[in-house]
């Protein structure tokens, strides 16, 4: 089942705001937002996440609608190394260690120059 | 990045042939992951590990075994490799507790001929 929809390409200028929406309208209340990226042929990298407050970090932005059924990652001063492919994951809180990470096919961002 | 590293970063051989990949961490992170990456299928969990000598499959774990010996160490065995085991393989840790965020290594590029 898919339990997040992405566009599949977006573009941007370097040195402007990245913005990536995710759509996760089935989200259940136990059930965090992550941000994962993937520079070609390397591992993914973690980026944020969040239940319900937005966060931020080093990397990013993490906007989370009130409802909770969608996100927008926000990278603010894209860098040509932001191209990569973006995914947003909804997984469950859990006290074990056994919850996959469910990647679907994800944002393909290109910075361009 | 998250202190972990996989051996071998590449690598090709014959079906029918044993291969063991290697994953090792230095963060002392008690869950380990192996999950293989497809075009068309995004990644998907094999096997993970819950502590030392602890495992369990995950949803593609037919034709692979895992062991752990030691907390820094997660192998990844096949026994008798196949063409459809041609893949890149990516390994996660994760903390102490069940629910916190996985970081990936590099990722085995496997070649199964």
């Known amino acids: 089942d898919a339990k997040t929809t992405q566009p599949p390409s977006m573009d941007c200028a370097e040195g402007r705001a990245a913005n990536l929406p995710c759509n996760h309208s089935?989200?259940?209340?136990?059930?965090?937002v992550y941000w994962y990226r993937q520079i070609h042929s390397q591992g993914p990298q973690y980026i944020i996440h969040?239940?319900?407050n937005n966060e931020t970090n080093e990397m990013a932005s993490l906007i989370i609608t009130e409802d909770r059924k969608s996100s927008t990652l926000i990278l603010p001063h894209a860098t040509l190394r932001d191209t990569a492919v973006y995914y947003c994951?909804?997984?469950?809180?859990?006290?074990?260690?056994?919850?996959?990470?469910?990647f679907g096919t994800g944002t393909r961002l290109t910075i361009i120059p | 990045d998250a202190g972990i590293t996989q051996s071998p970063r590449h690598k090709v051989t014959e079906t029918g042939t044993p291969v063991t990949l290697r994953c090792h961490q230095t963060?002392?992170?008690?869950?380990m992951y192996w999950y293989r990456q497809d075009p068309g299928h995004g990644l998907r969990l094999i096997h993970y590990?819950?502590?030392?000598?602890?495992?369990d499959k995950g949803e593609v774990s037919d034709g692979y075994s895992v062991s752990r010996s030691k907390t820094e160490d997660f192998l990844l065995t096949l026994e008798s490799a196949t063409s459809s085991q041609t893949s890149v393989y990516f390994c996660?840790?994760?903390?102490?507790?069940?629910?916190?965020?996985?970081?990936f290594g590099p990722g085995t590029r496997l070649t199964v001929l």
């Open positions: 996660a840790i994760s903390g102490r507790q069940g629910g916190d965020t996985q970081y």
């Open positions: 089935t989200i259940s209340g136990n059930e965090y």
């Open positions: 969040g239940l319900k």
């Open positions: 994951i909804v997984r469950p809180v859990s006290n074990f260690g056994n919850e996959k990470l469910t």
């Open positions: 963060e002392n992170h008690r869950y």
């Open positions: 590990s819950y502590g030392v000598k602890d495992t």
